[in-house]
């Protein structure tokens, strides 16, 4: 993408109807770190890779608990997505104290998708620079769905986003079939091996991702480090094994598993 | 239930409650009820929800208005009784077109149930009573959604809670001892409106606003709401 005379304002069209700074904000989010949500009819995982800007600080929180039935996973401004996150949790408790029932997750991502909207005709704001993987539970089940700067909402049964996602949605459009009848624990595999697709190489350790999960009696939470790193153990030797008749029998170069060379993160330090 | 509203009345007004209550714009809040619907009397029965009430609106102690709805559905899972001031209880029906009004328009397949619009109901109550300005009603919120039966009461000082019955004014003092000893789990709709009218009937004796038409609402597990008018005669 290149400069050009109509992409300063974002109130301002393209002879060819396109509104660059939000297209602009939609490469903000391409440019953080990598995010997944998969849901299966009673369940929903968000899975990020975490990586520090250096071995002395500590990892960019990507993950947020909005309520104890939702759940949001972040990628690009993550100032952007702290303060979106406030504002949903803001939404839920209101509505809770309210009507004393939960905020059901289809309405939080439309006032979501609403407040980015405005934030793209104003001419005193910027778009928000991040997407968010909104993970959640409700009367019809479990949804996931994906929040862009745009103002677009859509809702998936398995997505990625941030940089290196294309490689986690290749794995996950070969797999997403199963998804809706599928275990907590095979859901949670599933993300593991998404995110690790995301890595091209490297290896997959708990100090560099974060997985959460909700599901039907069971309230949105984080993962602790130790049952993330037992479980990684535990795919990870059935992973290898597993791995090569993937790629046997698919056409799609898993050459990312190949590749020697891990890519260097040279993210600004606001993107994650 | 008038005697208990009149002893209301006696406010003390000194210069430091006159600016907190407003007292020279006393014509802007509710002081005292005129036109008011008496008890309503509600229960839980096997399949769903029976709420009674007569259709009468009194005013001060003459039986003005002898057909007046006190009860009616709220969206398709609730039904809401009324008694006290017949205006607030329009206007209360008022908020409420508005609230499913606008979780309809969402159009996404969820719906505010019972519960949730019991709950709106006492902050909307609670709220007026704090600002001095009260909806002069105590409520009874009825209904079944997704097989779960829900009834739940609030009044005029969003005093809130639900049980398996329920009743307002004087149903408190006459119709809730009977539904005490003869109420169960497992109530037909027939034994359900036969306890409710055995109520209805002891009020008609005892309560100089109860008047002989009475109205009956029931809401059924799984079923939008549907009424029956009763018309019972002077005995």
């Given at each position: 993408m290149f400069r050009n005379q109509?992409?300063?304002?974002?109130?301002t069209w393209s002879?060819?109807?396109?509104?660059f700074q939000v297209e602009y904000a939609m490469e903000a989010v391409k440019q953080g770190s990598a995010a997944i949500g998969l849901r299966s009819k009673s369940h929903v995982v968000l899975a990020c890779v975490n990586k520090a800007n250096s071995e002395l600080s500590s990892h960019q929180k990507k993950?947020?608990?909005?309520d104890d039935h939702v759940g949001v996973a972040i990628a690009g401004l993550t100032a952007d997505g702290r303060v979106l996150s406030r504002y949903m949790r803001n939404e839920c408790i209101n509505y809770f104290y309210t009507y004393e029932s939960q905020l059901p997750v289809g309405r939080l991502v439309v006032q979501l998708a609403d407040k980015a909207q405005v934030c793209t005709q104003r001419s005193w704001k910027r778009p928000y620079g991040v997407g968010l993987l909104v993970g959640g539970l409700d009367e019809s089940g479990a949804h996931l769905y994906y929040n862009c700067p745009s103002g677009n909402y859509f809702e998936y049964q398995a997505f990625a986003i941030g940089s290196r996602s294309q490689a986690a949605k290749t794995y996950l459009e070969r797999k997403?079939?199963?998804?809706?009848?599928?275990?907590r624990e095979n859901l949670i595999k599933d993300a593991l091996f998404a995110l690790r697709e995301t890595l091209q190489g490297e290896k997959l350790t708990s100090s560099a991702c974060t997985i959460a999960v909700v599901g039907v009696g069971e309230a949105f939470h984080i993962l602790d480090q130790e049952t993330v790193q037992a479980l990684i153990n535990e795919f990870e030797i059935a992973g290898e094994e597993a791995a090569a008749p993937d790629q046997a029998g698919v056409?799609?170069?898993?050459?990312a598993d190949d590749q020697a060379a891990p890519v260097d993160q040279s993210a600004a330090p606001m993107d994650m | 239930m008038l005697l208990g509203i009149l002893g209301?009345?006696?406010?003390?007004?000194?210069p430091a409650t006159n600016s907190l209550i407003r007292s020279e714009a006393d014509?802007?809040?509710?002081?005292y009820p005129y036109v008011t619907g008496t008890s309503v009397v509600g229960i839980k029965y096997k399949d769903g929800i029976l709420l009674a009430a007569d259709m009468g609106g009194s005013y001060g102690s003459t039986l003005?208005?002898?057909?007046?709805?006190?009860l009616k559905p709220v969206g398709k899972h609730s039904l809401i009784g009324a008694s006290g001031e017949i205006s607030d209880f329009q206007e209360i029906m008022r908020y409420l077109d508005d609230l499913i009004l606008s979780d309809n328009m969402w159009d996404d397949g969820n719906s505010l149930g019972p519960k949730e619009v019991h709950n709106y109901l006492t902050r909307v109550m609670y709220n007026r009573r704090n600002k001095f300005n009260p909806l002069w009603n105590s409520l009874v919120l009825g209904g079944v959604k997704n097989g779960q039966k829900y009834l739940g009461t609030v009044n005029m000082i969003g005093v809130h809670y639900e049980d398996n019955h329920v009743a307002t004014g004087f149903g408190n003092h006459l119709a809730l001892p009977l539904l005490r000893d003869e109420w169960h789990e497992n109530l037909t709709f027939e034994e359900g409106v036969i306890l409710l009218e055995k109520c209805m009937r002891v009020l008609l004796y005892r309560?100089?606003?109860?008047?002989n038409k009475l109205q009956v609402l029931f809401s059924l597990c799984g079923i939008h709401t549907s009424r029956l008018l009763g018309n019972c005669c002077t005995v």
């Open positions: 109509y992409d300063t304002d974002v109130t002879p060819a109807g396109r509104l993950i947020f608990k909005v997403f079939v199963s998804f809706m009848a599928s275990s056409d799609e170069p898993s050459a | 209301m009345n006696s406010l003390d007004c000194t014509s802007q809040r509710t002081l003005r208005y002898k057909s007046v709805e006190r309560d100089r606003s109860a008047v």
